[in-house]
């Protein structure tokens, strides 16, 4: 027996029976991981090329507005506050605003309205302007004397914004980009309200449209287990990628310095 | 060789403007070490970054090896850094990149093959030193490490000049000689010029050759360090070798300052000049140390002798200068003693003159501060 069937029996009284209660219409237990699983998949799809759109636009136009800025590399006061108005206006929008807002222009670029590729495109847009600003965020705390170092070894601009700016910040660009994945997986449920396909989908239809509660129940637990995933990958990428984090083989590292440091000393002075 | 010729730089304009560099004129020769000594907001940062580059004069020329360096356009500029390698104060590593790669930045700017790269890598770490260290990343190493880092990479494009920017500043004593010899070692292996900017004026005594002090823009004092050591009127010089307090004489004796003024003076001066003066000398207070191979130093001696005149002449002869410090019964009351004569004006140095020093760090942060805001 489900646990929705067990809750639905325990609360309904005969007033309160309705939208709780397993109705004949509902998906079969059975039946839901061949609807779900491949909903999972599509949004899967649909998030990993829309996070590869973001990556591949966001990055440098984040690194493009943080040197356009006063300080920057190539300093531009009014290109600055143009692209930074764009994107702030991009931020702006709530999703399902943005989202249809923008149909015209999805309808342009894919040739329809419905379906995962019309939902790549909005989606493509909120998440360029979030990691936009997170790219700069990230560069921003990068030490500008790291800047200075890279200018006097003879480094061009496009090198030093690779190794001193980018470079030193991708511990901050992977946490940053995990929220941006968490935010684009939100996203992907909100798009399913225009027919996108994936997990966001089947939760409207069948969960929403239809009261289908076990089918609701499945996509809440898919969801929350697709987030805690890419967190936890993205905790241990931002680990890997920090050398003064402290990990077991930072530890291992240090007993192996502090042997070496007793061998030279040893050879330095014989008994 | 460096040759900066009328540099200025001046921060804003009209009425705002804030001459940050005053026409300044200097040369650090082939293998040699030239200090730049002053107080914070002197404008030493500012010419640090005038010389390597990265801020452009506003009038004036930077010269290496001939070539002016402050007329080229931005890309020409590129290039030119790559003749000029810097030291940056300690946060200069990434910290990402372990020391090996660290040194290989440069070369990697340049596109140098990976195999030519690991081998002039390998050569740097072993010349500062560090060839056990190379997988290590900066947060692993001592700060007197990182800085070798630093230096290896600041060499790796092979310049002719080579510019420390604080390099020294904040690292504890056992590193600060380390580097400094390491400097040194580097000057006479490779004959590089060296432009040492610090604000620690012992720093200097240990590494520089030649040393100039800057204050709000302007050269004031510059000369050989032996030199200034030995010109007992020279501020700098009092400066670079403060004397400590002295201990006080017998109530019939004068209190003199003797300090070696020339090369000659011989080990046993002190036995000569009572012999010469007939009187006995009662040594009272003496720092005598050598530079660069060079004896140096300063003595408080209490004498008999009447005769001013007389011990002034005496003093010459064996090479050295002597100055009646005031009078006895002031130094007697006095805790700085001996050092009566040394440096009062220089704020930096002689931490007993409270008064010039509180103004003079003031007048600094002031000047930082606009210096910052321009």
């Known amino acids: 027996m489900s646990a929705t069937v067990f809750a639905g029996a325990l609360f309904a009284g005969p007033v309160l029976a309705g939208p709780l209660r397993a109705n004949a219409n509902d998906v079969p237990l059975a039946d839901i991981p061949a609807l779900v699983l491949p909903a999972l998949g599509e949004t899967l799809i649909m998030v990993g090329i829309v996070m590869a759109v973001v990556v591949v636009v966001g990055v440098p136009l984040g690194a493009i507005i943080h040197n356009l800025a006063r300080d920057g590399l190539f300093p531009n006061p009014s290109l600055h506050s143009a692209l930074s108005w764009i994107v702030s206006v991009g931020r702006s929008l709530p999703f399902l605003i943005l989202m249809v807002a923008i149909i015209p222009f999805t309808r342009l670029l894919t040739g329809t309205n419905i379906g995962i590729a019309a939902a790549v495109v909005p989606m493509s847009v909120a998440g360029i302007a979030f990691f936009t600003r997170i790219v700069e965020n990230s560069l921003r705390s990068v030490p500008p004397s790291l800047v200075k170092v890279a200018k006097s070894s003879g480094g061009s601009s496009f090198q030093i914004i690779r190794t001193a700016q980018l470079g030193e910040a991708v511990p901050s660009l992977i946490g940053g980009l995990t929220i941006n994945t968490i935010a684009m997986i939100e996203y992907s449920a909100i798009a399913g309200t225009i027919g996108a396909g994936g997990i966001g989908y089947v939760a409207i239809t069948y969960g929403y449209q239809r009261f289908d509660n076990q089918v609701m129940l499945a996509t809440i637990i898919i969801l929350v287990a697709l987030v805690a995933a890419v967190q936890v990958i993205g905790d241990a990428l931002v680990r890997l990628t920090t050398p003064h984090s402290s990990t077991a083989s930072d530890r291992r590292f240090a007993r192996k310095v502090a042997r070496l440091d007793i061998e030279s000393a040893n050879a330095a002075s014989p008994v | ?374």
């Open chain 2, 1 to 374: 060789m460096i040759t900066l010729e009328k540099l200025t730089k001046v921060y804003g304009h009209g009425e705002n403007a804030v001459t940050v560099l005053d026409n300044l004129d200097f040369s650090v020769g082939a293998a040699e070490i030239f200090a730049v000594v002053g107080p914070s907001g002197a404008g030493k940062s500012t010419l640090a970054q005038c010389v390597n580059l990265l801020e452009r004069p506003t009038s004036g020329s930077v010269i290496v090896n001939g070539e002016n360096l402050s007329q080229l356009n931005e890309s020409q500029l590129r290039t030119a850094r790559r003749r000029i390698g810097t030291v940056f104060q300690a946060d200069g590593l990434f910290s990402r990149r372990t020391a090996a790669q660290n040194i290989a930045l440069p070369l990697g700017y340049l596109g140098v093959t990976s195999r030519e790269s690991k081998s002039r890598v390998a050569e740097l770490l072993d010349r500062v030193g560090l060839s056990s260290r190379a997988d290590y990343y900066p947060h692993q190493l001592s700060g007197g490490q990182r800085q070798r880092v630093g230096i290896a990479r600041a060499l790796a494009l092979k310049p002719t000049v080579l510019l420390a920017d604080e390099a020294t500043s904040g690292l504890d004593p056992d590193s600060t000689a380390s580097i400094t010899s390491l400097l040194k070692e580097l000057r006479d292996d490779l004959g590089l010029s060296i432009l040492f900017i610090t604000h620690e004026m012992q720093t200097v005594l240990q590494v520089a050759d030649s040393v100039a002090r800057l204050d709000h823009g302007h050269i004031v004092e510059s000369g050989r360090v032996v030199d200034l050591l030995r010109d007992p009127s020279s501020e700098l010089g009092r400066a670079l070798n403060p004397a400590k307090p002295a201990q006080v004489g017998a109530p019939d004796e004068s209190s003199w300052f003797i300090s070696y003024s020339s090369a000659g003076v011989p080990t046993d001066w002190v036995t000569r000049l009572a012999a010469d003066l007939h009187s006995p000398v009662s040594l009272l207070g003496a720092s005598i140390e050598t530079i660069g191979g060079n004896a140096v130093g300063h003595a408080t001696v209490g004498l008999r002798a009447s005769d001013p005149q007389a011990v002034i002449a005496a003093a010459k002869r064996l090479g050295l200068d002597a100055r009646l410090t005031d009078s006895v019964t002031d130094s007697a009351s006095s805790p700085k003693a001996g050092a009566a004569v040394s440096a009062d004006d220089l704020s930096d140095a002689v931490p007993t003159d409270r008064g010039v020093t509180d103004t003079g760090a003031e007048r600094g942060t002031e000047r930082a501060e606009r210096e910052f805001a321009a």
